[in-house]
């Protein structure tokens, strides 16, 4: 790789505007916090990451589609002439595009962090199960469904209620082998059930039954989580860096191939149309295809107060697949008019 | 009176070598400096000896052509190597060339080389000659590995111009600055520097040289941004010179130069040719090109319609009809004279103005003068 390139890359692409705004974002977010609370602080974190993440996305994939165009039409006279082949200058656009994004996630790591007083044990995220597919539940009727899972973990699901009366009680249970564990909640509103899981082998077979009351109580979601103890709570950030690189590297590396074909603006366009029409889909499945799911949905575990799971292989797949699909594109494209009429 | 030099100015009307095709307005203005050193002609051997085959080198690129062995990666930088500047294998050669672009709003497929020709040897100096739209860039571009020819072989030191090595081997300078407009001049001379592999020491040594050179030593830390088009002009050239290259390419090198950048690019070019580098070089002024190149090719709407030396060039074209004979050291009264003598002989003396080569020569004195 080479590194004066890669330098042009991250000067092109994080502009000395985005310092300013991050910095700003910065004094409002340790202004504004002043609660040590475990809920305060998760929220303090979760939106100076929100604000950052959308910021720097907006900031950095129209700035590498530009980066990209440049190279292709304006500055071929001297790209083209380079003995570097395509691919490894895509690489190193891509380096660079990522270096800049490096340097914003550990800024906002700081501003998070500086924001969220709370740094106590927390649960981290290791994964998700699915939960049952009839996820309404009816007085004295209950769902049954199994997940794998290890002792030691916790199982939590979302739950809501239709309030044709004010609250319902429900109990969740959990067994494996010869251990059963259970909780009890009064569901008033959309609140969160977690329970420990029994030791033993195999798979876990759980069962969620509405004891009493009038509300009606919906399952949320598709899934539900697994969680582990966490020694601080300050290791979020470190996971949504993580999600927050993965997602841009996807993003701008779709940038960068397109453009030498599309242009800057439809670029940045098509690429950032990709996650929000995952978004706006809603689906597990979306989330998972979309570059930036996984990091909206970190953002949302980060707002509980927990530690978001690190990056998925799947996650992983998904943004070495679209940097494969870019760095493609980015080599048939660039310097496109060269190959005449 | 004081010494004369004889120059004779002779416009050509490339209308006569393209009928029946109009052309207009296009006039190539072509000047022939009566000097014997000017009238030197290298043979060029056309079907001269070639690189030798190497079965792993081939590139696969789909032409009218028949397939060729060409030499690449170590294979090729060791002919490079051990390349003799005086043997005459052809660095350049390039057969049946089509190049075609797409223009306007539904593309229509304009075509500007049609299928050329051409041949240069090692250590030759040819210069492209031919009016604005007649396809020289285009050529240069092809031969850089910046454009892709339509059909057609091209080949630079025996192999394609996208090898490695041969894209290691060329230094182009093209007719506008892509280079980067928010970095330092020589910030971007570093940057080519790292790309091309060089040296870091070596590469800021050179740098500053070439930049000592071209005059621009005082501006190095400021952005190209600000340069004017002569200064740009100026740095196009020190970047195609920063790895000392083998063959240089060259797109209007002294187009928007003042004097004084004229006769640093003179110099830095003479050295470029004693090192035994290659050069071709563009320009649709002849005065740019008729003292340097042993060679001329002029195009015309993508067709060498002319090439040779400078006088075989006017002789071949069979237009010696209009002259304008230039001398230096003549007072008022014998420009007069001479204006009587060519009316007394059916003759108009057309203008008299003071030769460009003076003002750089007038640079040159200052600047010696200057030197401790």
Known sequence: MNLRLAALAVRRVAPWWLALALALVGVLAASSAASSLPAASALARQGVWSVLALLATLTFVPRAAGLAARFSSLEFGWVGAQPLSRARWFATCLAGSLAAALAVCALAATLAESSARFDGASLREVGLAGVAERGVLDLRESVRWSVEAEAGETLRVELSCVNIEPTAEVEWRARRGGEQRRVRATISRPQALELAVPAGVGPVELELERTSGGALVVLSGERMQRLVPCGSSRSASLALACHALLAWSALMALALGLAPWIGTRLAAALALVVPLAAWLAGSAFADDISPTGALVRALEVAGRGLVPALPSLAEVACAAACSAVGCVLFVRGLGRERGGA | ?372
């Open chain 2, 1 to 372: 009176m004081a010494s004369l030099e004889l120059r004779i100015r002779t416009h050509i009307d490339l209308a006569q070598l393209v009928a029946p095709r109009d052309l207009g307005a296009r006039e190539l203005s072509l000047e022939i400096f009566a000097q014997p050193a000017a009238a030197r002609r290298v043979e060029h051997q056309r079907d001269g000896a070639r690189a030798p085959a190497i079965e792993e080198g081939h590139h696969g690129r789909e032409d009218s052509a028949p397939a060729q062995h060409l030499p690449s990666g170590g294979a090729l930088r060791q002919t490079l190597a051990t390349m003799d500047p005086s043997e005459s294998l052809p660095v350049i050669d390039v057969r049946g060339l089509v190049r075609s672009y797409r223009r306007g709003f539904w593309g229509r497929a304009h075509v500007a080389l049609h299928g050329l020709d051409l041949a240069i040897a090692s250590g030759e100096c040819v210069g492209l000659i031919g009016p604005n739209g007649s396809g020289k860039s285009t050529l240069l571009r092809v031969l850089a590995a910046i454009d892709e020819p339509d059909s057609g072989q091209v080949r630079v030191f025996g192999a394609d111009p996208d090898a490695r090595a041969t894209r290691l081997a060329t230094g182009f300078c093209p007719e506008d600055s892509p280079y980067p407009t928010e970095l330092r001049a020589r910030d971007v001379l570093a940057l080519l520097g790292s790309l091309r592999r060089m040296e870091h020491a070596a590469c800021e040594r050179r740098a500053a040289e070439l930049l000592e050179r071209v005059g621009l030593a005082h501006v190095a830390r400021e952005r190209l941004g600000r340069f004017s088009r002569g200064m740009l002009r100026r740095f196009c050239i020190a970047a195609a010179l920063l790895h000392e290259p083998k063959l240089l390419l060259l797109d209007e090198p002294t187009a928007g130069l003042d004097a004084q950048g004229f006769a640093a690019i003179e110099s830095l070019l003479d050295e470029a040719r004693a090192r035994g580098t290659t050069l071709l070089v563009s320009s649709h002024l002849l005065s740019d090109l008729h003292q340097r190149c042993e060679r001329l090719v002029a195009l015309v709407d993508g067709r060498i319609v002319a090439q040779g030396d400078a006088h075989t060039l006017a002789a071949s074209l069979g237009v010696a009809a209009r002259l304008e004979l230039c001398f230096e050291g003549l007072d008022a009264d014998s420009i007069a004279e001479l204006r009587r003598v060519a009316q007394a002989r059916g003759a108009r003396l057309v203008g008299v103005q003071p030769a460009q080569s003076n003002l750089v020569e007038l640079y040159r004195r200052g600047a010696a003068a200057r030197r401790p």
